[in-house]
């Protein structure tokens, strides 16, 4: 992994804010920081999507992150957003019931709708229909919210594909938080 | 539930040695004894394929498990054998790698080759052949661990399906243990 | 295969009973006694499924194995279980209908009902929920019958996968035995 | 479905010829009268393919058929080729097992290098390669016969489709055949 | 490919015919031509199922063919059965949306449900049932016309799987026409 | 549709920019603009990776978008990449062969194995092992070249879920182009 200290100055602030909020860098910022420009966009269409005011909260967004990124099976993405679905949702437990199997989770009727969707954009977007956003609709979420999820879905499918490619790690750090 | 006190004496004792030792009765139990007869018969396959000598290891088996219950999609069995995998091999971080993608977990060529095997069976039984038992061969197992993987993936195989159908949940405990 | 004399004589004597009933010995019987306290462990769990009294006939009860078995591309025990269920049902044809495409079988609706849940069990035990339940009892299931179809196809998902990993044959009487 | 007496002469003449020879007539001829220019077109195809000469025997031929039938879940087509395999082998016991599982059937490594490639034009014949075809020269088949291979599973894909549409029944005479 | 002149007569007319029609011979009649029989089978069963009159058009006719070859991954047919396609349609973009994804073509909703049931014949025939036909008649079609479609799809399957065989390549013409 | 006169002036220049050159504005720009934020980065992201210099021409950077476009069967992005495709490669035929079946069309094995690549991070992240890397080196592509082949494989799989979430169309013109 590339030293922080050969970076651009613009991501190397970034990074130096994150640790100092966090008290670690999460991997993923190295790990893509090998091509600046592509991590610059990643960061930018991130906080676009997870840090919008509107109908989901943060938390809904981190188990929409989280789910998908299990179906996508990426080690980075459901150990490094576990722990921020559980400090979002202060939930011990959410982020790995979502995980395994959100069918069965403690979630709310509208959350598994949420990540019904989320996991119809993940596995079969080309059949998205009307009747899709009636469902969605029928629980509350605006055009706004349903862009969120699907965006959301999207952008975490391409972040699972490179985690994987990558083979990159969660820092042991995420592990244990927020249990 | 049934509560244990309404459970025939040969049960009742074998719960009450298990909260004994671990503190709580695991959910599987109760949810289970509704047929006592089934329950027994579970516990003693159960017991003959995970408390065997042999050439896995405790944690090896618990392994299997947690890959085997993370493919078929098991909450209660991801979340309660993930604890005693991370106790059985002393490591905080291996359950949580090997539920979401175990190519990508920190363990043996050995161990990835078993948790192949397993899924073979989960997942492609049909098509099984020497080709599979020469590269666990190659790897160090004999014939007896290789019925055990089979054994193992197959057990869990038919306890993953009864927690999903009866949508067991893990207990809380569970999913702290061992961090 | 194992020599009956070198058995348990629990397990001898289990087996020379079958023997005298049907005029041979299964060839399960032979193949899992290798591990006998994993034999008895599966026989009581058989028999705790298959012979209970409740809404399921045993002809259903061999249907859900035979349809079970298919899925899982089992040999010996669609013989085997076809040769029972022909029996059982007074049928010579259903068991190669069931085998091969049960939507298409010569059943009632009712059993096609139990077969789309036993096969619900097998394929995507992730997502029963109680839609799936509504549906059974509309056909007259009650708890006891729904807990025996998933039972039922999750035990023969285990003896399935078991016998394709030990590549079991069924005996040559199998074939033609109730046609 | 239509009388024979309805049909053109020289459809009638094929069926009875066939009743002749067989004893009864197969209901395909009568469930696809219903068209007569298209049953024409496919007794053709498959005499064209089913009576050739070459290095595929007629077992061969009829095992293609059960293998890939099977794995399109058509009963009509497993029902009755499976007699035709049956006696064309001289072999009670082989046309289940292909049916079943043919990994696990009593035949020949060249007659599995022949199963395999029919189901991979059955299913995944986008990716059909010069390696594909290397195997199979490896177990002696010859262009024709590969040709042969390829086409009866094609043409079978076709009829097995057509069967299920039109939930086709085989005959009861077929079951009991050739055991 | 066999030369022309090496055709039986019938053949060889047939094959002057199209070329005076069109310009140039498609590949597929010399592909195939190396099989007379199957060639003159095929053809038939072709022309009775494309040319006949009833309640689809000759243009949705080609649509179910480009539908099912792309889902067959069939490049001769999608870009063969596409060329005309738009000359039926006098369309120069259906085509390529149907092949692409149908579910986001510019096509009417009674276009979609008939494609929606030319893929079940094509992917999922095993389960077609009452409820297929409904849809269907509620679009209009009647026994006919579904007959058709599935026909058509069961077809173009078997032709698909031969074109893949034998890595058929369109001709270059077909590319542009009615663009 | 927003009209481009309410959108930030960086991105109106950006879209008369292309506008300029193309002779139309590409509907993607429009159907993102509702988000600018999201379209900026999405923007920065796509530049960053197919206007690269590297090993990879930029033809090739068109052939993995349009493979895992159609993988993913986005109307928008096979159309209109399949656009650029055949203006790259100055070859009228290629953009169809690959969106079809690549394996079938004329490119070189160098090129398939490219694509091979891109569809395993497209279909199976998850088993990504240094296997593949071998493979796509023993073709002469270096770390980066592959780190672009995942990249761009993983972006569009972003992208064809947004395509098809908004049912997004190509611009008419994009259908003739380069033919």
Redesign the interface.
Known sequence: MPDTADLPEDLRNVILGVQERTGFVPNVFLALS??P??L???L??H???MERDGGLTKADREMVVVATS?N????YC??AHGAILRIRARD??VA??V???Y???DITDRQKAMLDFALT??DD?????DGDFEVLRSHGFDDDDI?DI??I???F??????A??L?MRPN?EF??MG?
Do not use: T
Not at 72 to 75: E, G, L, M
Not at 157 to 162: H, I, Y
């Open positions: 090998h091509r420009d592509e610059r966009a990643f930018a269409y906080d676009a999507l299990a996508n099976d990426c080690q459901v150990v011990p437990m790995d019931q995980a395994i199997n069918h069965k989770a954009v993940a977007s080309r059949s998205i229909s862009w699907a965006g879905s999207s952008l499918g391409m972040s699972n594909r490179m994987n490619f083979s042991d592990y244990a249990r």
